[in-house]
């Protein structure tokens, strides 16, 4: 479902506009077992910064892990718990926690309890914005998402898997 259904104040003389994206409004994306919000695609913000309200699912093995080249991604836990795993580290993560990721660190999410996790994205500069979408509509125009598939939209935004890494999303 794709609802662009934010509001943007018309530029003015008092500065530019403002977004303002209600409960249940922006553009939703989904894909498998998470979902997507978008609240900032980077349009208001001069594409400096993307934000996006993520839900997993129970038992939602996430993305596999990757590493981005050009942004750094931030996650706050909204509610229910997130298992991150950066590199072969693994931090749970409950409602209320902050986790950062720089560029060039590999990481992954995933959700291992029984309840939704739902977390707050940010993606700065927007860049990775795009690659939702693309995978959305890729899936949509019937082409299985596969890691090779995947991972060549992961490219297109300076993004990379990670191989060889030993631990996998939902380990513990």
């Known amino acids: 479902m794709t609802d662009k259904s934010h509001t943007a104040a018309p530029e003015s003389p008092a500065g530019p506009a403002v977004s303002v994206v209600g409960p249940g409004e922006g553009e939703t994306i989904t894909l498998g077992t998470i979902r997507l919000r978008i609240l900032e695609d980077g349009s208001t913000?001069?594409?400096?910064?993307g934000l996006a309200e993520t839900t997993l699912a129970p038992h939602c093995e996430g993305p596999p892990q990757h590493r981005h080249a050009q942004h750094d991604e931030g996650f706050y836990v909204v509610s229910g718990t997130v298992r991150f795993t950066v590199g072969d580290r693994t931090h749970d993560a409950g409602a209320g926690t902050l986790v950062m990721v720089p560029p060039g660190?590999?990481?992954t999410f995933a959700n291992p309890t029984a309840e939704p996790a739902v977390m707050v994205s940010t993606f700065t500069p927007d860049l990775y914005m795009q690659y939702f979408r693309d995978l959305r509509d890729m899936i949509a125009a019937g082409q299985e998402p596969t890691p090779e598939a995947d991972a060549q939209?992961?490219?297109r935004y300076g993004t990379e898997p990670v191989t060889g890494s030993t631990r996998q999303p939902g380990d513990g």
């Open 45 to 49: 913000t001069g594409h400096r910064l």
């Open 105 to 107: 660190a590999p990481h």
């Open 153 to 155: 939209v992961m490219r």
